[in-house]
């Protein structure tokens, strides 16, 4: 915790409100520090109570005369803001405000909280909360909370958004037998937000796993910096909620946080290394393989059981999770064959059958996890007549210690007569799960973390050539002055241009005659599209024809888009009629941007056309992290657009380094011009050599930058 | 259990290999019988034991001399038959063989297997079993089995191919407090199998809901039978395992490719209204939420909580799987704004705030179960100072039970301090969870039943005129007759007509000059096809030309087919080219066929061309429940593909109705001609008015019907 020592390891800890009655919070608070066999110095303050607990109490912070580096404020929140200042004075270092009543009851309370920020930031205090339970280390140890309890000392950070939801985790974790190093209440997060404490875990040397239940984050571009770096040491696990249109609603009328898109934030984890819970099952179970299991090589799982129905289930799950059934090698197989029953199934599964007793559990156990084909196993229990869940967990365990590189799980299907083996296994730090399937979950999350743990660091961004960022702006300004904000398309064409983008040929012809000389000059065939500042979908309005062979179809065409146009939308204002060259080679893709609140410009790829959203084969990335090739490679190899570029069935590869180079300059282009709002590059003709932008929709807005 | 009485209620019970010694499985059985609290007679049988538990045993079953209902036999597998055929002497009506090395340990043990089934239809016994762990019924009650425990007496019947999956399941059964009806462990399978048992339970009254786990069905079509019919009457769940690797054949069809024997399980769940559990979790969830609750009319769901957090995770997993978050009437938000402190959100998620004791649960919970826009409700509890969590479990028993047709579960977030809550609302029939997201599924998996249940029953099969059966087997014959396993397009072609379905014209073309004729003939412009019997993908070597507008064109087109075909396949033997006349408006969509070994022809419909297989936009449905508009209509409905045929940006609608027509005609022709192994209809395209089958690839074999 280096850089919030004086919030989690504090040398003396004020308690503003502190009380001698057992129905308020500051009694609560008082006695959790003090039970939690915190070792500095206990003020409390309360100009209503002469001593508490044998001690003295302060009328004031300022009374105290000393030192003191933390305060814990619980008072009514009226008084919060005099109180904060005077901590200034005094010369604190960290504020935890519990009180309530701030941002979350609208105006009044934003106003306050607003205040509170300020007196802070003028006495340099950083702040939790307010509004929060307060925070836990069971390593200093401290509870500067008022929650009922005080979690078992163990590893796993948990950062939570909802102060509801870590009162509940602290209580359940008792009978999970989960061991935390701290729990953090965020609170309105007026301060220090989520960002600030996954920073802090990540240089804790007791935090090992940081979980983080979270509405909102509150600095996209720092959030993405900060887990970025700290998922390189240690894992972060995330359950985002608010995560639907429902759910966003919820969010905001529950502590206005703003719901950034899904997709958004999606691409954020993605790319900060931040392993994303789709379930509070998940987080948690995450949270036990991450806690005490190193993480697996590659991912290739043993199991070991004895009984084959699980065995079948959980291989089920194996492969729906995308991991693999290890091969063993031959002296693997051989050895197993030698020292098991004849009955027994000696490939992966491992099936030791009904009778297996303790010793045939070890034996196996043994082999596969020294089979280098074996990164990690997962041990199955059923409970049999013969059955030694107890000296099994023992074995288990054992192994588990010995065999350093690989994570061991257990799964011990049954209840009470598997009990004491499975608090023998939590407690040794052997996840255990009553099920299959979790196990295997939680190891696919372990081989993602592994994947971006220790792939390479990020390489140097790519330098473009042949950016005229002044051109595009240019062409930008015109229409702004022109007081439109969607780009026709040969404003489109020239921005694409500008950066470097191959745009198809596009020439405005404003009759039919123009249309056909346009045409000839081209080539045959053309297609001719509508230029209207109001049409966005021109295919939807009839104000796209394709494939005109000759003279006489261009001529048509243009007659029958304008005929269409105008009785589909006769309010729109029709520049004329767009020819373009006919690019009709090359896999169709999409690029395109939009703007999230809280993390800026978001690419998407995928397939293109017209079916785009129909099919939604797309997949995102912050624009800010595809400015290098590998970045890029990455994203266009997780779409089902790639297998067509690769050459399907048949076709030859398409031009994927042109296509990263347009991929990496329309990254480029929406960071450098924030006037961008939205674009579509739809379709992107990938060809066997180079790549045309068929059709570029731009829009913008004017902006301060 | 009316069918199988014998087995599940029998007067009298005969235990073979009744043992002395706690160390034989014969012990444990007849002991379980004796304290099951079975109430009909035990007869031991063992020629080496002369009395057991002061009973005399009798040296062989006929030794007893008077009537016996069900024998379970555990003795070795070589003395059973001797023994099963002395039942079957006795007038013995059910076997339960316990017994294992049959099948399961190989060739010889298969033999014994078939032995022992011909003696049971012999003497007309049924058998469950060999190499099961038994049966029990809790309300008989009966514990036919060597597992260690007896289930609590309630509603659910478990059905399960792995024993050991059930013994583990009882043993978990009774820290869930989870009752049963019956535990019936299919073994072998050899005669009674998972059906028979679906049956039976749905036909007795103490059974609630079905759970099965399976690896795999013994007779496809007696599974679809009897399960459409047990599902409308109450609710199967099954978690099928060994779905991952198993359909992987080698098939030259897209739709073989696509099919796999998993889509055949599931789209014959679908069609049984049986539901899938994706994982034990849910598999038991499922079970819970249906032992106890009543099913919802439709999916809107009210959440009434005591902490934001928590409810904005449920409201997510309730858009997550479909469901609908209620919208209260006026007078219920009425009396909601006038009862709740001003802090409370009285919208849904109804957050009564974290100082809510039991009366404000009581308050809301009432308000919102008895609102007309409120079809089930989730109640959530995380631990505050203030917090009754049994007061407030006893509301919501209290809310649930006169709250007659509305589900209601609860989420009680935390451990100890809830216990006693949890253990309430279990005994109480209210599934509780600790986290919100398993609730939300299980509510899904109600209202998915639910559809199933109140679906009208299967209307009248559409009677297809113009059918000519004898046209399309005798173009098959020759086919075969010819020692060819591959219509040709022609071929193909005659079989769509045969069926009334409409194929575009096509012509073999042996010379460049014939492509011409034909081409005039037809009508500018043309596609050109590869006619061999050995190019199953004719795109992928060049075998194809659309679009030629010219006889030169043609001309070009034909010998580049011919010249790249001969490069890339030189030893297919090449019949000529097809001309056909080109078809490119419409909605390019997939009929196609394959065949299951379960569950018989399979048909698959979805987004058509040649990115079939990339895109799996695609769903399957067994052809022998495509004999209704309306299922055939509800399978086009599930598509992506019914967006584009509804009319998809600007494009007026497809001819919808000609398209199900084809589909009815296509499922009627592979369950007619059961030569067809494969059939491809792709691309189909669905035209403003009737569509036109471009391209049928249809593969057959020999067969005896």
């Not at 002044?470 to 930008?476: N, Y």
Request: hydrophobic share 45%; with cysteine.
């Amino acid at each position: 915790m280096d850089r919030l020592e004086f919030l989690f390891n504090p040398k003396q800890v004020a308690v503003i409100g502190a009380s001698q009655s057992p129905k308020k919070i500051g009694y609560a608070i008082l006695y959790n520090i003090i039970n939690s066999g915190y070792k500095g110095i206990i003020y409390p303050v309360n100009p209503r109570e002469p001593e508490i607990n044998g001690q003295p109490c302060y009328c004031t912070i300022k009374d105290i005369g000393k030192p003191v580096e933390l305060a814990v404020i619980a008072i009514p929140a009226a008084g919060v803001n005099r109180v904060a200042r005077e901590c200034g004075e005094a010369g604190v270092k960290g504020l935890v405000v519990i009180t309530a009543g701030f941002k979350e009851v609208g105006i009044a309370g934003n106003k306050l909280e607003q205040e509170l920020l300020s007196i802070c930031r003028e006495f340099g205090m950083r702040m939790l909360g307010p509004n929060c339970v307060g925070l836990m280390n069971t390593h200093s140890p401290l509870n500067a909370s008022f929650a009922n309890g005080f979690p078992s000392l163990g590893n796993i950070s948990f950062i939570s958004q909802s102060g509801a939801m870590l009162v509940s985790i602290l209580d359940w974790s008792f009978e999970m037998g989960l061991g935390f190093s701290s729990f953090i209440s965020l609170g309105n997060k007026a301060d220090l937000n989520e960002v600030d404490f996954i920073e802090s875990c990540a240089g804790d040397p007791n935090t090992s796993v940081i979980l983080c239940y979270i509405e909102d984050v509150t600095n996209g571009d720092r959030f993405v910096e900060v887990c970025s770096a700290a998922a390189r040491n240690k894992p972060i696990v995330i359950l985002k909620s608010g995560t639907s249109t429902a759910g966003a609603q919820a969010a905001s009328s529950h502590t206005g946080a703003l719901a950034g898109s899904n997709r958004a934030y999606d691409a954020a984890f993605k790319q900060s290394g931040v392993l994303k819970a789709d379930s509070m099952n998940e987080l948690f179970d995450l949270a036990r393989a991450f806690s005490a299991q190193p993480l697996p090589r590659q991912p290739r799982v043993a199991i070991v059981t004895n009984a084959g129905g699980p065995a079948i289930v959980t291989t089920d799950a194996v492969e729906k999770n995308g991991l693999q059934m290890a091969r063993f090698t031959k002296p693997t197989i051989d050895l197993l064959r030698a020292n098991l029953p004849p009955a027994a199934n000696i490939y992966n599964p491992v099936d030791l059958i009904g009778d297996a007793r303790n010793d045939r559990y070890h034996f196996a156990l043994d082999a596969v996890l020294k089979d280098d084909n074996v990164d990690s196993a997962l041990v199955l229990l059923c409970p049999a007549a013969v059955t030694e869940p107890e000296e099994t967990a023992k074995t288990i365990v054992e192994l588990s210690n010995y065999h350093k590189g690989k994570p061991v799980m257990a799964v011990y299907m049954g209840g009470k007569s598997l009990q004491a083996g499975k608090n023998y296994l939590t407690k040794n730090g052997v996840p255990t799960f009553t099920f299959p399937e979790p196990s295997v979950r939680a190891l696919k999350g372990m081989i993602e973390y592994a994947g971006y743990k220790y792939s390479p660091a990020a390489p140097v961004p790519v330098i473009l050539s042949d950016i005229d960022q002044a051109g595009a702006k240019t062409v930008i300004n015109q229409v702004l002055a022109d007081r439109r904000v969607v780009l026709l398309g040969h404003e489109a064409s020239m921005v694409m241009s500008a950066y470097g983008i191959p745009a198809s040929h596009s020439h405005l012809a404003l009759t039919e005659d123009e249309a056909a000389t346009i045409a000839a000059r081209l080539g045959l065939p053309v297609a001719l599209k509508v230029s209207s500042p109001r049409i966005a979908h021109k295919t939807d309005v009839g104000g796209v024809e394709i494939g005109l062979h000759s003279e006489a179809e261009v001529r048509r065409a243009f007659n029958r888009i304008m005929e269409k146009v105008r009785y589909f939308v006769p309010d729109a204002p029709i520049y004329g009629v767009e020819v373009q060259n006919m690019v009709d080679d090359g896999v169709e893709v999409i690029i395109g941007m939009s703007r999230d609140i809280q993390f800026g410009p978001l690419i998407v790829f995928g397939l293109g056309g017209i079916y785009v959203n129909l099919l939604e084969e797309v997949t995102f990335r912050l624009a800010s992290a595809l400015n290098t090739r590998q970045a890029v490679e990455m994203m266009i190899a997780e779409t089902k657009a790639y297998t067509l570029l690769k050459g399907y069935r048949g076709k030859k590869p398409a031009d994927i380094n042109a296509l990263v180079d347009v991929m990496l300059r329309s990254a480029r282009l929406v960071t450098d011009l924030k006037q961008i709002t939205e674009m579509d590059i739809n379709p992107l003709r990938v060809h066997q050599k180079g790549v045309t932008a068929l059709d570029v929709k731009i829009t913008i807005e004017e902006k301060a930058h």
